[in-house]
């Protein structure tokens, strides 16, 4: 069964404005990662939390989690209709589990230029 | 850096019949996986490999899914017989090493494979 459930399934926002996109899962993990999909394409890694960690940037991206919710969000920010895509987060339970990464069903996200 | 590459990229079958994809992972890379993606959904694991070795392949039908990696490179995915709930995107992707948080470490996936079952 599928660990993460994003929320929401579908965001359409304008250009400039920011995006966030929530990721939930059920067991303890040691890391979650959030991807992207381009239609018709393959999906792209975009960043990585660990389990110690609150929040983690990169570019316009932030993410942050809590473990304590067992909840995670990424934030686009200053959106381009590049970003237009789908978002999935991907959940790791470490070594004991084969780093398998468990994928949510996806938010997806369109930009409206 | 070439990409892992995946063939086809699209196949249309009938049910009961068979297909098989392949993936040439990126060069070096030890940890090979087949995800399942049906429309709407996300991806699913099907088998991981580490080099040769069945390191996971809990999720895999194996009374219709095989999947072999015998030299440790190149990965073939059969099916057969073929169900209309296969219609899906089958996409491979590798990793260097066995993954965790170790910088270096991310998966990258290829194009995949679009299946259509009829």
């Known amino acids: 069964s599928q660990q993460g459930e994003e929320d929401p399934q579908a965001l359409s926002i304008q250009e400039g404005e920011n995006a966030t996109m929530n990721c939930s899962y059920k067991?303890?993990?040691?890391?979650l990662q959030w991807y992207r999909q381009n239609s018709g394409r393959g999906l792209v890694h975009l960043i990585l939390i660990r389990s110690n960690e609150r929040e983690k940037h990169s570019g316009r991206l932030r993410v942050t989690l809590d473990t304590s919710k067992k909840s995670s969000s990424l934030l686009i920010t200053a959106s381009r209709a590049a970003d237009t895509a789908s978002y999935f987060c991907a959940t790791s339970r470490g070594m004991e589990y084969g780093n398998k990464l468990v994928f949510g069903a996806g938010t997806i996200l369109r930009v409206k230029s | 850096e070439a990409g892992v590459a995946q063939s086809p990229r699209y196949k249309i079958i009938e049910k009961r019949q068979s297909v098989a994809f392949w993936c040439n992972p990126i060069s070096g890379h030890a940890t090979l996986y087949w995800y399942q993606q049906i429309l709407g959904q996300g991806p699913k694991l099907l088998i991981q490999f580490q080099n040769n070795g069945v390191v996971d392949d809990s999720q895999l039908p194996k009374d219709r899914f095989s999947a072999e990696r015998l030299k440790g490179v190149d990965s073939t995915l059969k099916i057969q017989p073929a169900k209309l709930e296969d219609s899906a995107v089958y996409l491979c992707?590798?990793?260097?090493?066995?993954?965790?948080?170790?910088?270096?470490?991310?998966?990258?996936f290829g194009e995949g494979s679009w299946l259509t079952v009829v």
């Open positions: 992707a590798s990793r260097r090493g066995l993954g965790g948080t170790i910088s270096g470490n991310t998966i990258y």
């Open positions: 067991t303890s993990i040691n890391n």
